[in-house]
């Protein structure tokens, strides 16, 4: 088989003089990026080295036209029966998007083309992902947005008081974004099945961190009434970007989503996109396959030691968390939260701030070591100096 190179020189003449020049110049780009190492808010993180090397296999498929890519799509089926391994149910069936905005999209679209009602909404926790404003907007859902307890959990009986009967589906986070916490999704679960409606859970970032935690929460499809779950390798499962996950309980919700496609070598798609990379499906199953079920328990017991020792360090510079770490996102309340975070960023160093109440936030993702929690450390104390 040719190679891209040899096609495009084929088609285009030896470029390879410009080419150089082009390479310096996406070099000094690429250059100005912040570099992982000094980036504490991320749920992303440098990819795994099987993970690279089976993106770069797998650069040129197009999962929007399985007959053409009939491998990949196969390969795609298997690391969905894995992720839906993870989340007790070898049923489940979905496919590796773009990532958690997508698989959002697609859980709540489903629910609704299900549901069908005239003026739609979905109940979400006032903690979730903004995707969800996205969903309401493309989908034309109301989007209610039910309180918190005090631990930053959706209120339970807020969703009860929010449900009627135009709601279509509610939501429930596991692993929410600005603190990872995780909702009582089995008390949404039994709400969901005794309205008649889906229950999505947004597991985006905690859908490969909870499974392998020491008693592990049950957020999962164990639960009769989640009906479909959001899980990104391209987070906690280092795939390269864009490989997210959407899962469904049962066909009957690929179905509600399914368009006809005349031209191309299937019949049907239910995807939101079209032309879609086979690199995140290639990524995900290398990872998987590499690290295994014991391979990511100690991914995630290392984060979760870091996030351990950052908690430490901050909270002898005086700060007091918002809620203590349930996995590895950590907050620690502050007025001068905004202002910590800007004079960091001017010094290379990368945080986040949350919505409520005043916090600066980290993830204490892979590729935040140790030895970048020392170093981060030693700058922010002349940070604090300095404000
Ligand atoms: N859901 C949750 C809980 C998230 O934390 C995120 C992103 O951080 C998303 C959804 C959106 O994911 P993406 O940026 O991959 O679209």
């Given at each position: 088989?040719?190679?891209?190179?040899?096609?495009?020189?084929?088609?285009?003449?030896?470029?390879?003089?410009?080419?150089?020049?082009?390479?310096?110049?996406?070099?000094?780009?690429?250059?100005?990026?912040?570099?992982?190492?000094?980036?504490?808010?991320?749920?992303?993180?440098?990819?795994?080295?099987?993970?690279?090397?089976?993106?770069?296999?797998?650069?040129?498929?197009?999962?929007?036209?399985?007959?053409?890519?009939?491998?990949?799509?196969?390969?795609?089926?298997?690391?969905?029966?894995?992720?839906?391994?993870?989340?007790?149910?070898?049923?489940?069936?979905?496919?590796?998007?773009?990532?958690?905005?997508?698989?959002?999209?697609?859980?709540?679209?489903?629910?609704?083309?299900?549901?069908?009602?005239?003026?739609?909404?979905?109940?979400?926790?006032?903690?979730?992902?903004?995707?969800?404003?996205?969903?309401?907007?493309?989908?034309?859902?109301?989007?209610?947005?039910?309180?918190?307890?005090?631990?930053?959990?959706?209120?339970?009986?807020?969703?009860?008081?929010?449900?009627?009967?135009?709601?279509?589906?509610?939501?429930?986070?596991a692993g929410t974004t600005e603190l990872g916490q995780i909702d009582p999704i089995v008390e949404l679960s039994e709400i969901a099945i005794e309205k008649?409606?889906?229950?999505?859970?947004?597991?985006?970032?905690?859908?490969?961190?909870?499974?392998?935690?020491?008693?592990?929460?049950?957020?999962?499809?164990?639960?009769?009434?989640?009906?479909?779950?959001?899980?990104?390798?391209?987070?906690?499962?280092?795939?390269?970007i864009p490989a997210g996950g959407i899962l469904f309980r049962d066909e009957r919700y690929l179905r509600a989503l399914e368009v006809k496609t005349p031209?191309?070598?299937?019949?049907?798609?239910?995807?939101?996109?079209?032309?879609?990379?086979?690199?995140?499906?290639?990524?995900?199953?290398?990872?998987?396959?590499?690290?295994?079920?014991?391979?990511?328990?100690?991914?995630?017991?290392?984060?979760?030691?870091?996030?351990?020792?950052?908690?430490?360090?901050?909270?002898?510079?005086?700060?007091?968390?918002?809620?203590?770490?349930?996995?590895?996102?950590?907050?620690?309340?502050?007025?001068?939260?905004?202002?910590?975070?800007?004079?960091?960023?001017?010094?290379?160093?990368?945080?986040?701030?949350?919505?409520?109440?005043?916090?600066?936030?980290?993830?204490?993702?892979?590729?935040?070591?140790?030895?970048?929690?020392?170093?981060?450390?030693?700058?922010?104390?002349?940070?604090?100096?300095?404000?």
């Amino acid at each position: 088989m040719k190679s891209i190179k040899e096609m495009f020189e084929e088609q285009y003449g030896n470029t390879s003089t410009r080419s150089s020049e082009i390479m310096e110049e996406l070099k000094k780009y690429r250059s100005i990026d912040i570099s992982y190492s000094r980036v504490l808010s991320s749920m992303c993180t440098i990819p795994h080295p099987y993970a690279i090397e089976a993106h770069l296999m797998f650069l040129e498929t197009n999962l929007g036209n399985p007959g053409i890519f009939r491998g990949t799509k196969m390969l795609e089926d298997k690391v969905i029966a894995m992720l839906g391994k993870i989340l007790h149910n070898e049923n489940a069936v979905g496919y590796i998007c773009s990532g958690g905005t997508e698989g959002n999209i697609q859980g709540i679209r489903a629910a609704r083309n299900i549901h069908r009602k005239r003026d739609g909404n979905i109940v979400v926790p006032k903690s979730a992902h903004f995707s969800f404003d996205k969903v309401g907007d493309l989908l034309r859902l109301e989007v209610r947005k039910a309180g918190l307890d005090e631990e930053y959990r959706v209120d339970v009986s807020d969703v009860e008081s929010l449900v009627d009967e135009n709601t279509v589906a509610i939501v429930g986070i596991a692993g929410t974004t600005e603190l990872g916490q995780i909702d009582p999704i089995v008390e949404l679960s039994e709400i969901a099945i005794e309205k008649g409606i889906e229950l999505h859970v947004d597991a985006a970032f905690g859908g490969l961190v909870i499974p392998f935690m020491d008693n592990p929460y049950p957020f999962d499809f164990q639960n009769e009434g989640v009906s479909s779950i959001t899980i990104d390798p391209h987070k906690m499962g280092m795939a390269t970007i864009p490989a997210g996950g959407i899962l469904f309980r049962d066909e009957r919700y690929l179905r509600a989503l399914e368009v006809k496609t005349p031209y191309l070598t299937s019949k049907a798609q239910y995807t939101l996109t079209g032309t879609r990379p086979g690199t995140g499906v290639a990524s995900t199953y290398a990872v998987l396959k590499k690290l295994g079920f014991e391979g990511m328990q100690r991914i995630v017991r290392e984060c979760m030691k870091n996030t351990r020792i950052l908690l430490e360090e901050m909270v002898n510079l005086g700060f007091e968390p918002v809620i203590e770490p349930v996995m590895n996102v950590v907050a620690f309340k502050t007025d001068k939260a905004e202002k910590i975070r800007d004079e960091l960023y001017k010094r290379e160093w990368v945080i986040s701030t949350i919505r409520e109440p005043k916090a600066i936030r980290f993830v204490v993702m892979p590729h935040v070591t140790e030895d970048v929690i020392k170093d981060f450390i030693s700058e922010l104390r002349e940070v604090l100096k300095v404000l």
